[in-house]
Structure formats: C-alpha cells, structure tokens
Nanobody, 123 residues
C-alpha cells in the first residue's frame, strides 16, 4: 500500500504562484509513475502532470508552460509548481501513484491517491 499526503494549497489572487507538495511512502515497485490531478466541483478529475522513476515528465496541454512537476526521490517528495494561476485553476488537487510506467493522464489507471489539497484562485 502506497500512501500519499498533499500539502501547500491555499487561496491566492489571479497571476500568483503556488507550490504543492506530496510526500509518498516507499513505493515497492521497480516501475512507477507519480501524477498530479485536480477536480473542480461538478467536473471530472483532470490529469495535469506526471513524472516517472527516472524523472521523465509529461503535461496536459492545459497547464503546459505554467505548471512544473518535479520529484525528490531521496525525500520521497513530488512537487507541482503552479505559476500564473487563473480562477479556472480553482479545484481540489491530488497526487497519485501508478504501479507502472507513465502512460497518459487517465485517473482510472492510478492505484493510490492522496486526500487532496484545495487551491482557490480569485480574480
């Protein structure tokens, strides 16, 4: 069982930045993928970014160039740096782990989830 705990959410003004953090327990798989997702009220969970064990990253078009995912394996941390935040970025943000290589941003393919951290962006 992999456990993940997010932190770093909050309320900001449009144009500001936030860095989300996620600490994860030891992942006992040779191959894994870590991802950031978000879900706004009444909407589907949306994949944002992924990072695999070697550190390769992938992004959804909606956040490419604004959001950056990174990982510190020694600290068992994964981060999401979010710049130029917009009101439409308001959502609950989740980190998740998948027992396989990164392949897209399908939330259903991820096996373990954190409890989420709320991000609210006001105009």
């Amino acid at each position: 069982q992999v456990q993940l705990v997010e932190s770093g959410g909050g309320s900001v003004q449009a144009g500001e930045s936030l860095r989300l953090s996620c600490v994860f327990s030891e992942i006992p798989y040779a191959t894994y993928c870590l991802g950031w997702f978000r879900q706004a009220p009444g909407k589907k969970r949306e994949g944002l970014a992924t990072v695999d064990r070697p550190g390769n990253t992938g992004y959804a078009d909606s956040v490419k160039g604004r959001f950056t995912i990174s990982k510190d394996s020694a600290k068992r941390m994964v981060y999401l740096e979010m710049n130029g935040l917009k009101p439409e970025d308001t959502a609950m943000y989740y980190c998740a782990a998948r027992r396989s290589y990164c392949s897209g941003l399908d939330a259903d393919s991820y096996n373990y989830w954190g409890q989420g951290t709320q991000v609210t962006v006001s105009s």
